[in-house]
Nanobody, 123 residues
Framework: QVQLVESGGGLVQAGGSLRLSCAAS????????MGWFRQVPGKEREFVAA????????SVADSVKGRFTISRDNVKNMVYLQMNSLKPEDTAVYYC????????????????WGQGTQVTVSS
């Protein structure tokens, strides 16, 4: 099992930047594909970005491509989501997720989830 704790959310103006962090504990971090998802009230949770076990392969949703970057540090057991050029439509609760897999996973079929961190982008 792995426990995930997100941090770094907050309120930012449109055009600004935030970096979300996700700390993993409880299991060998490098065994897991990691993902970031987001959800707004009344809507389904949607894929944002994912990274494979080594960090050598990533996938990013079209809606954030060119603005968001996912990365990981397998020594520190951390995964990050760098968010630039934020837009009001990026406002959501952002979740970190983990699953044992070889390749990046872009669906919500992850095994472990964090509690989420709120990101609010004002216009």
């Amino acid at each position: 099992q792995v426990q995930l704790v997100e941090s770094g959310g907050g309120l930012v103006q449109a055009g600004g930047s935030l970096r979300l962090s996700c700390a993993a504990s409880g299991s060998t971090f490098s065994r897991y594909v990691m993902g970031w998802f987001r959800q707004v009230p009344g809507k389904e949770r949607e894929f944002v970005a994912a990274i494979n076990r080594s960090g050598g392969s990533t996938s990013v949703a079209d809606s954030v491509k060119g603005r968001f970057t996912i990365s990981r540090d397998n020594v520190k057991n951390m995964v990050y989501l760098q968010m630039n050029s934020l837009k009001p439509e990026d406002t959501a609760v952002y979740y970190c997720a983990a699953r044992t897999a070889v390749y990046v996973v872009t669906t919500t079929r992850y095994d472990y989830w964090g509690q989420g961190t709120q990101v609010t982008v004002s216009s």
